[in-house]
Every structure is written in structure tokens, then in C-alpha cells.
């Protein structure tokens, strides 16, 4: 029986192999979406083909519970990459959540978004933002005097 908690599961073929890793807010409620409770519980079929393919394929479920839903999008997209799962296609690029970086010992410090950590540069990051990283700089902006780019200086 799946926890109600938030988490990322793991779907594996006959042969052991991974064929998907998906993150959900409550595990027992986005794994049950995927089918029809029917006495033979079949793939829902208002389901992606993609996503079909892969629950016809699917032999077994593993999970990983975590503390919250960014948690959980947070790993998924680690385990995505470090893993890069069959029917995983949409975050197998190199790109990753953005975060907010700063570097107070500047003078004028500012915050940029950058979806890279930089070690060894001295600088406070804060995020990752799964969305609307771009829209919390924007309000920092419009609420406190900072300086926003170097040419401003």
C-alpha cells in the first residue's frame, strides 16, 4: 500500500530495467491516476501513449518518500538525469530548476538567476525555484533599492 506522502517512484520492466520516474505531492493518489479500478486494473486510458507504453511494460513500483512536493521535484529531476529512464524524456536535458545568487561581499550585491552552483565563488545561492524564480527577482526589485545589472553602476 502507498504512503499518502509526497515522493518520487520508480517504474521497472521485467528485467530490472528503469522505465520511468515520475514525483508526486501524495504517492498513493497520483499512482492510483494511472489506472481504472477495474477487477483487472487496467492503464487509464485518458493516459498519454507514451505513458501507456510504459504502465504495459511496467512490472514493478519502488518509491522514495521525501519531507515535501518541491522535494520530491527536486530529486525527480536529479534522479532523471543521473539515471535517464526510458520514457523520461522531458528533463533528460542538462537544464535544472534556476536559483537566486548573490554575492554580499560585493559593494552593490544583486541577485541573478543562474541554473548553475559555482563553487569556490564565495557566493549565497537560494532556491532551487521549480517556477517563478524570475517573478520572485522582479518583486525583490520593486520592493527594496538594488542594483540590478553591472551597467547600472
Known amino acids: 500500500m502507498l504512503p499518502d506522502s509526497p515522493g518520487v517512484y520508480h517504474y521497472y520492466d521485467t528485467k530490472e530495467r528503469l522505465l520511468y520516474i515520475g514525483k508526486a505531492k501524495n504517492l498513493k493518489n ?21 505513458i501507456l507504453k510504459m504502465l504495459h511494460e511496467a512490472h514493478r513500483l519502488d518509491y522514495i518518500i521525501v519531507e515535501s512536493e518541491e522535494d520530491a521535484l527536486i ?4 534522479l532523471i538525469k543521473q539515471l535517464k529512464p526510458k520514457y523520461n524524456i522531458l528533463l533528460r536535458d542538462d537544464k535544472t530548476y534556476p536559483y537566486s545568487s ?10 541573478e538567476l543562474t541554473r548553475k552552483i559555482q563553487k569556490g565563488r564565495n557566493l ?22 538594488l542594483v540590478q545589472r553591472k551597467k547600472c553602476l
Do not use: H, M, Q
Open 102 to 111: 548573490i554575492d554580499e561581499r560585493d559593494p552593490f550585491p544583486r541577485f
Open 75 to 78: 530529486l525527480e529531476n536529479a
Open 124 to 145: 549565497t545561492y537560494y532556491g532551487p525555484f521549480p517556477s517563478g524564480g524570475k517573478a520572485l527577482l522582479d518583486a525583490l526589485y520593486d520592493c527594496f533599492p
Open 30 to 50: 497520483r499512482v492510483r491516476s494511472y489506472f481504472r479500478f477495474t477487477p483487472e486494473l487496467k492503464p487509464n486510458p485518458s493516459l498519454s501513449p507514451r
